[in-house]
């Protein structure tokens, strides 16, 4: 079974698409897929279709889910194999969305699934930047994000459960073009990153680390009043929404551009990279 959760949900058995329309359903294979391979309570599932206070009906309407679920893996099961002309060695939908102690166990065996590959390919950045390996890093890490073809679980209706757990995905994905960025400005790409960090510093106005690249990025380039108005409207967004000011890190980073070159270089007495947020 190959999962596709970082976008629109998407969950294919032999190939074959197992995702239902219907919301509620779809709702319930979401959470299974996040979790596959491990198994998934009836009350978290309840929690997350119904909230905290669920109709007596619950637990019956739930069975009828997983019954249209194992259906769906069934009609999948039983499409024909254009690689193989047959069907051996295919699995039945009992096998695949297993009922287990207390709940229900959506069973991968060797599919693909991209969260999982995201956190693999991530971890590998990180340790490689943690190496000294910039060039590396960035290469990871770009490959890791181009697995995102839009927000996570798109098109799902999310409860209380699914919406921690996107925001949980939303975080990693943040994190891991934070550090993308980072190797990219160590490389010298300082004026290619300047369009893209324009655009999420906009999206995320109170994030520091990527404000803090967009004013190095710029100040590399030679664009010192343009850093030094992003720092004054992050600064301002800040002290009105929650009455902080910015982080002494940022700070650094804006006495680094007033003393910098009209050319981008560092002053004399700031010589290399400037310090990195984060």
């Known amino acids: 079974m190959d999962i596709g959760i970082l976008g629109t949900l998407d969950v294919r058995e032999q190939g074959v698409s197992v995702t239902p329309t219907?919301?509620?359903?779809?709702?319930?294979?979401?959470?299974?897929?996040?979790?596959?391979?491990?198994?998934?309570?009836?009350?978290?599932?309840?929690?997350?279709?119904w909230g905290r206070r669920p109709p007596r009906s619950a637990r019956p309407t739930l069975q009828t889910y997983v019954m249209h679920?194992?259906?769906?893996?069934?009609?999948?099961?039983?499409?024909?194999?254009?690689?193989?002309?047959?069907?051996?060695?295919?699995?039945?939908?009992?096998?695949?969305?297993?009922?287990?102690?207390?709940g229900y166990l959506l069973d991968t065996g060797e599919g693909a699934n991209d969260v999982r590959e995201f956190g693999e390919l991530s971890e590998n950045g990180y340790r490689a930047m943690e190496a000294g390996d910039h060039r590396?890093?960035?290469?990871?890490?770009?490959?890791?994000?181009?697995l995102w073809t839009g927000p996570a679980l798109a098109g799902v209706r999310a409860g209380d459960r699914l919406r921690a757990e996107i925001r949980g995905l939303e975080e990693s994905r943040l994190c891991a073009l934070d550090r993308r960025i980072e190797c990219d400005l160590r490389l010298g790409r300082h004026r290619e990153l300047i369009a893209e960090l324009t655009v999420l510093v906009s999206r995320h106005p109170t994030h520091e680390s990527l404000c803090g690249q967009l004013m190095i990025a710029l100040q590399r380039s030679g664009r010192r009043g343009e850093a030094l108005a992003a720092y004054q409207r992050l600064r301002t967004t800040l002290v009105h929404d929650f009455g902080l000011e910015p982080s002494a890190v940022l700070g650094r980073i804006r006495r680094s551009v007033l003393t910098a070159g009209e050319d981008g270089t560092p002053a004399p007495d700031q010589?290399?990279?400037l310090t990195q947020v984060g």
């Open 136 to 146: 590396g890093a960035a290469r990871l890490l770009r490959t890791a994000l181009d």
């Open 69 to 102: 679920l194992r259906e769906l893996i069934d009609r999948a099961s039983a499409a024909p194999d254009g690689r193989t002309g047959g069907r051996t060695g295919v699995r039945t939908s009992k096998q695949v969305l297993r009922t287990v102690p207390g």
């Open 22 to 49: 219907a919301a509620k359903p779809r709702q319930v294979l979401a959470l299974l897929a996040l979790h596959a391979d491990q198994p998934v309570t009836v009350a978290t599932l309840t929690e997350e279709v």
């Open 271 to 273: 010589a290399g990279p």
